[in-house]
């Protein structure tokens, strides 16, 4: 990722923290240091609800670059710690108590101040730079609204259920088990650093159901949004998705 962007990171970071910790996108819409004309693309989901194929497959039909385990990989060579120990914070709430044990027993721990200040600046170098499906970690929070495309992705539960068991292997208590310490983790780390409610869907563009819907299908319909919002942009000439 060019480094040219960091300055402007530097920037919106700042004027995140004076506005309490990164929790308000709507506040700098206007903010010239988000005046891109290459617009991009978040998506939130709940497992099992096939966020991430559906992900891979917006960023693969518009060509734009998809943005998640690259975060952690990212994440680690800035904090200069293993790439393993990052996976283990990912998308996870932290009280200051944990904090504090795991960093006197682990010296290679990372606080959740520098994990996520260094997240939000990842995820607010690719928002500038655009042309990027950013999967997860709060990134509709994150970025500003209007220069974004904001999508959750959502399924009833016996559905997410019986995808776990049908696609990835596990028994029923297991899905449900997984599902449940994963769907708590993620909306944790959202309430906890974002101070907002990842389940309102007025905090979306398009909240997508994918009982009815293949991965084909849903990410169409994802683009199909993607152009009705950035009409005018990409009418313009600064967007040309692959044909």
Do not use: W
Request: net charge positive; aromatic share 10%; proline share 3%.
């Amino acid at each position: 990722m060019s480094t040219n962007y960091y300055p402007l990171v530097n920037k919106a970071l700042r004027f995140f923290k004076l506005k309490q910790k990164m929790v308000s996108s709507e506040t700098h819409n206007s903010d010239a240091s988000f005046s891109t004309s290459v617009p991009f693309i978040t998506i939130s989901r709940e497992p099992g609800s096939g966020g991430a194929p559906i992900a891979h497959a917006v960023a693969k039909k518009l060509d734009f670059e998809l943005i998640d385990k690259q975060l952690i990989e990212y994440i680690a060579r800035s904090t200069k710690k293993r790439k393993e120990i990052i996976e283990q914070i990912d998308e996870k709430a932290r009280t200051s108590i944990e904090d504090i044990v795991h960093s006197i027993l682990n010296k290679e721990y990372v606080n959740d101040v520098k994990y996520t200040e260094e997240l939000f600046r990842v995820i607010l170098a690719h928002a500038i730079k655009g042309k990027t499906v950013i999967l997860g970690r709060g990134g509709n929070f994150v970025t500003p609204f209007a220069r974004g495309l904001h999508v959750s992705i959502t399924a009833p539960y016996s559905i997410r259920v019986q995808r776990s068991i049908d696609y990835e292997g596990y028994t029923s208590s297991q899905a449900k088990e997984i599902i449940a310490k994963v769907e708590k983790e993620r909306r944790d780390f959202v309430r906890q650093y974002l101070k907002k409610d990842s389940k309102k869907s007025n905090s979306y563009d398009l909240v997508l159901n994918t009982t009815y819907f293949s991965i084909d299908e849903a990410s169409d319909v994802i683009i199909e949004a993607f152009y009705k919002k950035f009409a005018q942009t990409i009418n313009h000439g600064s967007f040309k998705p692959r044909d």
